[in-house]
C-alpha cells in the first residue's frame, strides 16, 4: 500500500456554509468596486475544505454555499446534507423526484420548526427565512454531520467545519482555554465546547434558531427507553436480524462500490456479514505486531466464515511517526483518539482497491451495552442499596480507621468512594484530571478562564436529559453524544474524508436505535457478581448466536487501539517524535515545564500503555496547535 499522504487541499466530504446578515447593510465598496458582504459571499468556495462540487446561492442579506444543490422559493432557502429520510410519503415524493432540499423546504413552510418531527437519517441542514430574517440549523439525531455556530455583531454563521467560521472571523490563532481543558478532559473536544472562542457546536439532535429575539440550541428529540418487554427475546432477535439487514440495504448506495470496516468484533462482523449476504463486497482490517493489541486472527475468521475477501494491512511504528502531523494537523480541532490512526490507514487501503463507501461498525456498544465501563457500575449497586444510615454512620467510619497500607484495605476504599461519586461523574474516577490537580497541570495564567466544573456539568445534563431511564440506558445516551458524536463518528468520517472514501453507519440506522430502545435494561446487560463483563451485550449475542462465528461471541472487546505506548518504549523515532513534540508544547504557556518532565518520566517509568495515552495526548495537541497558529499566539488564547 501506498503509505504517502495526499495533502491536497480539501477533503472528499459533504459540507455546508451559511451567514444571515442581522440587518441588510447598506453597500459601502471596497477598492475593487464590491461592498465588503458581497465579497465575502464570493469568497465562500475558498472556507470550504472539500473536493466535491459547490453551489451557492446569495442575496445583499445571506449567503448559502453547500455541496448540494440550494433549494430557494417564497423567499425560503434550504439546504441539506447527508442521507435523510422522510417519514411522510408526500415529503419522500419531492425528494426523489426533486432532491431533498426541495422537501426541506417544503416540509419548513407546511410545518415551520416541526418539519424535524417527521426528519430522520443522517444530515445537517441550513434554513433561511428571509421575510422572518432568520436562520434555523440541526443536525440529525446521533449528530452523524456536525454542525458548528456563532454569532457576531452583524451577522449568524453556520458551518461543517470550525475553520470555515473561524478563517472568516480570522479568528484561527484565537484558542479557547475551556477547550483545552476540555480536550485534556476527554482527549477530544465535545459539544458543545470548541477550539475557537466564540464558536459553538450542536450537539446530537440539536437545532438552533438564530432570529432578532433568540439564539440558543434545543434539544428537538429524545429517546424513550421501554423497560416491559412485548414479547419474548426470541421475537427481538428477529425484529434485530431484520433491522440490520434493512440498515444495510439502505447504506448501500447506487452505483458505489462498497466494503466494510472488519476489526474482527461484534459489530463490524455483523456490518461485513449482512454486507455479504446482500451480495457486497471486500472487508478491510488493520493489524499490530504488538502483543495483546492484534485481532487480525478474528478478522480472518469471520472472513472465512462469510466468505468475503479480505484485506489486511499491519501499521508499523514508521507509519506513525510519517502520518501523524499530517493527520493531527487535519482535525478542525485538537483530537486525541489514537486509533484515528489505523482508521485512516484501513480506509487508505480500502481508497486504493478502488472502494467508493465503506460501512463501519460504530455503535452496537453503545445501543446495546458493551462497553466494560457498563458493567463495572453494576458493582456498586450491592453498596448503595444499603441504608444511607447504615453505610454513612457504621461502615465508613469504621473503614476510615484503618491504614491504607494493606491492598485489601486501599480497594475497600476505593470501591467505598467511588460507589458514594454519583454517575456519571463516576465514570471518570481515573480521569488524569482527577489524578492530578489541574494547577499541577496547567500554567495558574491558562486557569483563570477555566471552569474545570464544565466536563462534568455538561455531562450531567445529557445523562439526565432522558425521562425514567435506569442507570444503564443514560449511560447509553450519554455515550451517543460523547463516545460516538463527539469522538468515534469524528474520527471514522474525517479519517474516510482525508483518504478518500465515503462512509456509512448502519448500526445507527434510526430502525436499529429505535429497537434498542425497546429492549430492557436486563437483557442489554446480564449482571453477574462473578464476572462483571460476561453479561455484557446480552441479547445481542443471543440474537445472533448460530449466525456469526461463536469465537466472535465470546471475546473481548478490543477494537483498533493503537500500540502506541508499548512502541515508544524501543523505536526511537517515535521517542523523538513525542519527546520533542511535548518539549516543544512548553512555549505555549497552557501546561507547567515540571508537569511536562514529568509526564515524560512517568512513561519512561511507569504504565507504558497507561502513560503513553497522555503523551500522546498531549503530543496530539502540539501537532495541531504548530499548524495553526504561531508560538506567540498564544497571547491571544480567550
Known amino acids: 500500500m501506498n503509505k504517502s499522504i495526499k495533502t491536497a487541499p480539501g477533503l472528499l466530504s459533504e459540507c455546508l456554509y451559511g451567514v444571515l446578515l442581522k440587518k441588510p447593510q447598506s453597500k459601502t465598496p471596497t477598492h475593487d468596486g464590491t461592498d465588503d458582504f458581497s465579497r465575502q459571499c464570493s469568497s465562500l468556495k475558498d472556507h470550504l475544505s472539500t473536493t466535491l462540487s459547490l453551489y451557492t446561492q446569495r442575496s445583499d442579506s445571506f449567503a448559502l454555499c453547500s455541496t448540494t444543490s440550494v433549494c430557494s422559493d417564497?423567499?425560503?432557502?434550504?439546504?441539506?446534507?447527508?442521507?435523510?429520510?422522510?417519514?411522510?410519503?408526500?415529503l419522500t415524493t419531492i425528494a426523489q423526484k426533486s432532491g431533498h432540499s426541495t422537501a426541506l423546504s417544503h416540509a419548513y413552510q407546511q410545518m415551520g420548526n416541526s418539519l424535524l418531527t417527521v426528519l430522520e437519517g443522517n444530515f445537517s441542514f441550513v434554513i433561511i427565512d428571509q421575510k422572518k430574517n432568520t436562520l434555523l440549523s440541526a443536525v440529525d439525531r446521533m449528530g452523524k454531520f456536525p454542525l458548528y455556530f456563532a454569532e457576531t455583531d452583524q451577522e449568524f454563521i453556520v458551518a461543517s467545519h470550525a475553520g470555515m467560521i473561524a478563517e472568516k472571523e480570522n479568528t484561527l490563532k484565537d484558542i479557547s482555554r475551556q477547550g483545552i481543558y476540555n480536550y485534556i478532559y476527554f482527549h477530544m473536544i465535545p459539544a458543545p465546547q470548541t477550539a475557537y472562542p466564540g464558536i459553538q457546536k450542536l450537539q446530537a439532535?440539536?437545532?438552533?434558531?438564530?432570529?432578532?429575539?433568540s439564539s440558543a440550541p434545543e434539544r428537538y428529540w429524545t429517546p424513550t427507553f421501554t423497560e416491559t418487554p412485548e414479547h419474548n427475546m426470541s421475537g427481538y432477535a428477529g425484529e434485530l436480524k431484520r433491522a440490520l439487514g434493512n440498515a444495510v440495504q439502505r447504506a448501500l448506495q447506487t452505483g458505489s462500490k462498497t466494503g466494510a470496516f472488519l476489526s474482527g468484533g461484534l459489530d463490524s462482523s455483523t456490518v461485513a456479514g449482512i454486507l455479504a449476504e446482500q451480495g457486497g463486497g471486500p472487508v478491510f482490517s488493520i493489524g499490530f505486531s504488538a502483543e495483546g493489541y492484534d485481532e487480525m486472527a478474528y478478522a480472518r475468521l469471520t472472513a472465512k466464515h462469510f466468505g468475503l475477501e479480505l484485506n489486511e494491512y499491519y501499521v508499523t511504528p514508521e507509519d506513525v511517526v510519517a502520518a501523524l502531523p499530517t493527520i493531527a494537523a487535519s482535525y478542525d480541532e485538537p483530537f486525541g483518539n489514537s486509533s484515528a490512526l489505523p482508521a485512516y490507514f484501513c480506509a487508505k487501503m480500502a481508497s486504493e482497491y478502488g472502494i467508493d463507501t465503506l460501512l463501519a461498525g460504530d455503535g452496537g456498544d453503545e445501543l446495546f451495552a458493551g462497553n466494560e465501563r457498563y458493567a463495572k457500575q453494576s458493582l456498586f449497586e450491592p453498596y448503595l442499596r444499603i441504608p444511607d444510615g447504615v453505610r454513612h454512620s457504621a461502615i465508613e467510619p469504621m473503614l476510615s480507621c484503618f491504614p491504607d497500607a494493606t491492598p485489601i484495605v486501599s480497594k475497600m476504599k476505593s470501591y467505598v468512594r467511588q460507589a458514594n461519586t454519583p454517575l456519571p461523574g463516576r465514570l471518570h474516577t481515573y480521569n488524569f484530571l482527577h489524578q492530578f490537580d489541574p494547577s499541577d497541570l496547567f500554567e495558574s495564567d491558562f486557569l483563570i478562564d477555566v471552569d474545570p466544573r464544565q466536563p462534568?456539568?455538561?455531562q450531567e445534563a445529557v445523562f439526565h436529559a432522558p425521562d425514567e431511564a435506569t442507570h444503564l440506558n443514560r449511560m447509553l445516551y450519554l455515550d451517543w453524544q460523547y463516545t460516538l458524536a463527539d469522538n468515534d463518528l469524528r474520527k471514522v468520517s474525517h479519517m474516510c474524508a482525508l483518504a478518500g472514501v465515503n462512509v456509512q453507519y448502519p448500526m445507527l440506522d434510526d430502525e436499529v436505535v429505535a429497537l434498542s430502545c425497546r429492549i430492557p435494561s436486563r437483557w442489554k446487560l446480564k449482571n453477574s457478581l462473578m464476572n462483571s463483563n460476561s453479561g455484557l451485550r446480552h441479547f445481542y449475542k443471543q440474537a445472533l448466536t448460530g449466525w456469526l462465528p461463536q469465537e466472535t461471541i465470546d471475546k473481548r472487546k478490543q477494537g483498533f487501539g493503537l500500540p502506541f505506548g508499548v512502541w515508544m518504549r524501543t523505536h526511537k523515532p517515535l521517542q523523538e517524535l513525542a519527546y520533542d513534540s511535548?518539549?516543544?508544547?512548553k512555549r505555549h504557556g497552557i501546561f507547567r515545564s515540571d508537569f511536562i518532565d514529568r509526564a515524560i518520566r512517568l512513561h519512561r517509568e511507569g504504565h507504558a500503555a497507561y502513560y503513553g495515552e497522555l503523551v500522546w495526548v498531549l503530543m496530539v495537541l502540539e501537532l495541531w496547535l504548530s499548524q495553526h497558529q504561531q508560538p506567540s499566539a498564544m497571547e491571544r488564547v480567550a
Open 205 to 213: 439532535a440539536h437545532s438552533i434558531l438564530f432570529s432578532h429575539t
Open 456 to 458: 462534568g456539568k455538561n
Open 74 to 90: 417564497n423567499d425560503i432557502h434550504a439546504v441539506i446534507i447527508g442521507q435523510p429520510r422522510w417519514t411522510q410519503q408526500e
Open 582 to 585: 511535548l518539549n516543544n508544547l
